[in-house]
T-cell receptor
């Protein structure tokens, strides 16, 4: 099992450009999440999904859009990148919220994004 | 004010020392408490989780939760250079959304 994979690993954008980050998981998890990690801020939830075809806003959703067309994939889009979106982006997935042991979030390796 | 406060460190200790990490929180609805370990340029991985107050031990690691004080701790005994990483506390209530601390960077010197 590959677990959670993310593409690309690195990207440099100019202000105003758009891009899509792809997250894939092979664990048949229902829940998927996108976080950003900034120094001194910890991990902050951008958007999440509780199942195929569903998405919801997290703590810092502005400037991002997401889609979950297939259960195993969760896409994060930046329509018009801004320097404030320079960050490391992590995708995570989890099985269920019913039991805490099954709610462990498994993280991908991250995407380092720089917006100039 | 952040929901979860964690001293970012950095913390540098000699090999074999006890490492003590802690977080405080303000949301009394939090019931599940976790510690994630993140190696440099990697994603976080779950190290330990506890439910409600009390202690939990796993090898060299001990997690403590004091809900009355809204305070959680992680202790690493006999620390090794391989323990050098950033440790993030995380917690949640009955939903599936985690609130993370900022992370504490630990270096164990050989």
């Amino acid at each position: 099992n590959a677990g959670v994979t993310q593409t690309p690993k690195f990207r440099v954008l100019k202000t105003g450009q758009s891009m899509t980050l792809l997250c894939a998981q092979d664990m048949n998890h229902e829940y998927m999440y996108w976080y950003r990690q900034d120094p001194g801020m910890g991990l902050r939830l951008i958007h999440y999904s509780v199942g195929e075809g569903t998405t919801a806003k997290g703590e810092v959703p502005d400037g991002y859009n997401v889609s979950r067309l297939k259960k195993q994939n969760f896409l994060l889009g930046l329509e018009s990148a801004a320097p404030s979106q320079t960050s490391v982006y992590f995708c995570a997935s989890s099985y269920s919220m019913v039991q805490p042991s099954y709610n462990e979030q498994f993280f991908g390796p991250g995407t380092r994004l720089t917006v100039l | 004010q952040k929901e979860v406060e964690q001293d970012p460190g950095p913390l540098s200790v000699p090999e074999g020392a006890i490492v003590s990490l802690n977080c405080t929180y303000s949301n009394s609805a939090f019931q599940y408490f976790m510690w994630y370990r993140q190696y440099s340029r990697k994603g976080p991985e779950l190290l330990m989780y506890t439910y409600s107050s009390g202690n939990k031990e796993d090898g060299r690691f001990t997690a403590q939760v004091d809900k009355s004080s809204k305070y959680i701790s992680l202790f690493i005994r006999d620390s090794q250079p391989s323990d050098s990483a950033t440790y993030l506390c995380a917690m949640r209530s009955n939903d599936y959304k985690l609130s993370f601390g900022a992370g504490t960077t630990v270096t164990v010197r050989a």
